[in-house]
């Protein structure tokens, strides 16, 4: 099993920034690739940025220029940097990793685990 550790989030102007963390935490797993996703209030969550254990990044028009996601390998960590905050940026955010997870005995197979989610308020 993997959990996902979320810190970051909290109230900020815009222009601001906030960085937000997801560190992947558990035993016999790899990482294939992580991301941040969104869900503003009455909306559908949605992508915003991904980036895969060799570093190839992903991210929604949106966002480009002003957010930056990194990923630590050996401490399994994520990072999303968000600079020129928006008040539409403002949504919760949830980590997703895609994990490779293997047993004892050898086998291996794919998982995906989401975050609990953490609030990032951009005030006008």
């Known amino acids: 099993q993997v959990q996902l550790v979320e810190s970051g989030g909290g109230l900020v102007q815009a222009g601001g920034s906030l960085r937000l963390s997801c560190a992947a935490q558990?035993?016999?797993?790899?990482?294939?690739?992580m991301g941040w996703y969104r869900q503003p209030p009455g909306k559908q969550r949605e992508l915003v940025a991904t980036i895969t254990s060799g570093g190839s990044t992903n991210y929604v028009d949106s966002v480009k220029g002003r957010f930056t996601i990194s990923i630590d390998n050996a401490k399994n960590t994520v990072h999303l940097q968000m600079n020129g905050l928006k008040p539409e940026d403002t949504a919760v955010y949830y980590c997703n990793a895609d994990c490779v997870l293997y047993s004892a005995g050898g086998f291996r197979w794919t998982a995906d685990y989401w975050g609990q989610g953490t609030q990032v308020t951009v005030s006008s």
């Open positions: 558990g035993s016999r797993f790899s990482i294939n690739a």
